[in-house]
């Protein structure tokens, strides 16, 4: 509801501030999924207007293609790479051999490491999204509280559901007795295994397939922690790190626009018959 009631202002606002005015598009970026449909809808159905009416070409999106190409708005990507998608919805190792090529070697298990920083933080009582605080809370902790390591075997998946329910099951416990929990020491426990594994998993991708590019992207990405030890590593190996600028990490509309660029030169082309789709059904696994 809120979608269709902000679309045309923000499309006046659009033309506004870009100084652009409809007959100087040349293409039409959106994403199709995945996500939330009734949002991703409005999102679709207003492109595909502006493309009958132009009769300009509308391109497809993948959200995560779009957190990926955030990398590639100030300066062109390397390949090839290993990407560590990091958001509310995903915690994927991608690797790309060149533009546009999608190849998931990693994944989450159950929930996307997102969703257990905001979760972490609500039994904190903290306000969502919970991720920026749990970051900047844990500066100040030490890591005392005894949580479980998220999953870390062989493979390049993760698991974050585990410490996520030790992390409620400990604050309940301790309320319930009625000692107050050390906020700031629990962001910093959950903080520094969460970082751990994911930075450990990530640099054996880049050594199994022999890359020296990495990229880190997804609204997980602004992680303070997580940037600081993944710039360590990669340092120690002389990979290549990059990251989005912040506000390049979390949802927005110029890393669709620079993915639907590279998806336009690709052949990926969409008709007015485009569906959204609200589970993450693709990546052109090449
Ligand atoms: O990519 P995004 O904006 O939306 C999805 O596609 O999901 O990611 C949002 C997620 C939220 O879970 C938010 O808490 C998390 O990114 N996040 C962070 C930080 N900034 C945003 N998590 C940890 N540390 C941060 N600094
Ligand atoms: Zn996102």
Do not use: W
């Not at 595909?48 to 708005?73: C, D, R």
């Not at 890591?143 to 604050?171: C, R």
């Not at 416990?173 to 994911?198: A, L, T």
């Not at 990495?214 to 997980?220: D, H, I, S």
């Amino acid at each position: 509801r809120s979608h269709i009631e902000n679309i045309t202002i923000v499309l006046d606002e659009l033309f506004q501030r870009s100084k652009m005015t409809m007959d100087k598009i040349d293409i039409i970026g959106v994403t199709y999924g995945p996500g939330l449909i009734g949002s991703l809808l409005i999102g679709l159905q207003c492109a595909k207007t502006i493309s009958l009416v132009t009769g300009k070409p509308l391109i497809p999106v993948h959200h995560i293609a779009g957190h990926i190409y955030a990398n590639n708005l100030e300066k062109r990507l390397s390949f090839p790479l290993i990407a560590l998608v990091v958001s509310g919805g995903h915690t994927d190792l991608i690797y790309m051999k060149e533009d546009y090529s999608f190849k998931r070697i990693g994944s989450t298990l159950d929930d996307a490491v997102g969703e257990a920083y905001d979760k972490v933080a609500k039994i904190c009582h903290l306000d969502y999204p919970g991720g920026p605080k749990v970051d900047k809370l844990s500066k100040l902790g030490k890591d005392t509280y005894d949580l479980p390591m998220p999953l870390d075997d062989d493979s390049y998946n993760f698991s974050f559901s585990g410490i996520k329910s030790a992390v409620v099951n400990l604050v309940h416990n301790e309320e319930q007795r009625g000692n107050p929990i050390r906020i700031e020491d629990m962001c910093k426990s959950f903080q520094d295994r969460v970082v751990h594994v994911i930075v450990k998993k990530t640099m054996k991708a880049i050594q199994k397939y022999g890359v020296k590019n990495l990229l880190l992207a997804g609204g997980v990405a602004a992680n303070s922690y997580l940037r600081e030890k993944l710039s360590e590593a990669t340092s120690l190996e002389n990979i290549n790190f990059r990251y989005p600028r912040i506000e390049y990490c979390t949802d927005n509309a110029a890393m669709i626009g620079a993915a639907a660029y590279y998806a336009y030169q690709k052949g990926i082309i969409g008709n007015l018959e485009q569906n959204a789709v609200a589970v993450d059904s693709l990546y052109n696994e090449k």
